[in-house]
């Protein structure tokens, strides 16, 4: 087996590697001045079962794009040099959000980035909670496994509620099934009850609307649960909507901790006690260091792609990974 770990994400790379007892394997990077790049293993990937990590959130240091691109080509000079398999360790997905068509000429981009991987001959492409799961089953044709992470928030859930009621909580319809299998997952791990909750909103040309609002929420810690945190302000919103209905506390919880411009509101905001997100891309310990005054717990999620790479490298059963019944 090798596996690799391209410039941005070296850190959750090493925390994998890490957790499958080994080291990551090196490779080159090289920029140019025109901003053209070349990445290559340097070692032979000949017959070899490989596995490359990239998490694609766009920062200051390289967009979107950028990693995608290297992320592209890496795999594509794998194969090119003899691989046998390659996956993808795709811990956040770039384009995810944009899965359909909701206005006149839309771009499909969930698909197009699965065409993208596709073509340079990725075997599998494993993903950290994606925006929109069926979307992102429907839109590859190569193998594709979707961890789950409400395990990894389960305990934290507990610790944060104390004796306090709990209600789990979505801050928009899209979000509700997410937040109603965390709500069923916690229950199952703890034996504890817990409610369920979650308001309306829509969003077109930048502007969001939409009051419904759905749960008991008096008197609870409120979770909100989302996929991602961008600049806070879906949160923030759900946030306002619990207190002024009696919530006694209000915990927010991502997978992906993207923190993008605009983001000082929701770090500085009273309404939310606690942050909680994993290290699944590298704004997160970026934003701890540059906002120290945020409230914010980052939990690791090195050790739950180790052990998917570990059971896929040996050929063996993820499904209690994936968060799926029997």
Not at 113 to 137: I, K, P, S, W, Y
Not at 303 to 314: C, D, M, N
Request: aromatic share 8%; hydrophobic share 45%; glycine share 8%.
């Amino acid at each position: 087996m090798r596996l690799f770990a391209l410039k941005g994400s070296e850190d959750l790379g090493a925390a994998v590697a890490h957790a499958l007892w080994t080291e990551l394997d090196p490779h080159e990077e090289r920029d140019f001045e025109d901003g053209e790049h070349k990445a290559r293993p340097l070692v032979s990937v000949r017959g070899e079962d490989v596995y490359v990590l990239h998490s694609l959130a766009g920062s200051a240091a390289a967009s979107a794009n950028d990693r995608l691109c290297k992320l592209l080509f890496f795999i594509a000079a794998c194969r090119e040099n003899g691989a046998e398999r390659v996956t993808a360790l795709v811990p956040y997905l770039a384009y995810s959000r944009k899965d359909r068509q909701t206005k006149a000429r839309d771009p499909v981009t969930t698909r197009y980035v699965a065409q993208l991987f596709e073509a340079v001959g990725t075997d599998r492409v494993l993903v950290v909670d994606v925006h929109n799961f069926a979307a992102f089953q429907n839109a590859f044709r190569c193998g594709t496994i979707h961890l789950d992470a409400r395990r990894l928030f389960c305990p934290i859930i507990r610790s944060l509620a104390d004796d306090m009621l709990i209600t789990i909580f979505s801050p928009d319809g899209g979000g509700v099934k997410r937040a109603q299998l965390l709500k069923e997952t916690f229950e199952a791990d703890t034996g504890l009850e817990a409610g369920f909750g979650f308001m309306e909103k829509r969003r077109s040309r930048g502007i969001v609307t939409g009051n419904l609002f759905a749960g008991d929420v008096k008197g609870s810690a409120v979770f909100i649960v989302d996929d991602m945190i961008n600049t806070g302000g879906t949160t923030l919103r759900a946030a306002v909507a619990c207190r002024e209905r009696g919530a006694e506390a209000v915990y927010a919880l991502a997978t992906h901790g993207l923190f993008g411009e605009g983001v000082e509101e929701l770090f500085e905001s009273p309404l939310i006690d606690r942050i909680v997100v994993t290290d699944s891309v590298a704004a997160a310990a970026e934003a701890a260091v540059r906002y120290p005054q945020a409230r914010l717990d980052i939990v690791p999620v090195g050790p739950l792609i180790g052990e998917a790479v570990r059971r896929l490298h040996t050929h063996g059963s993820i499904d209690d990974l994936l968060g799926m019944e029997d």
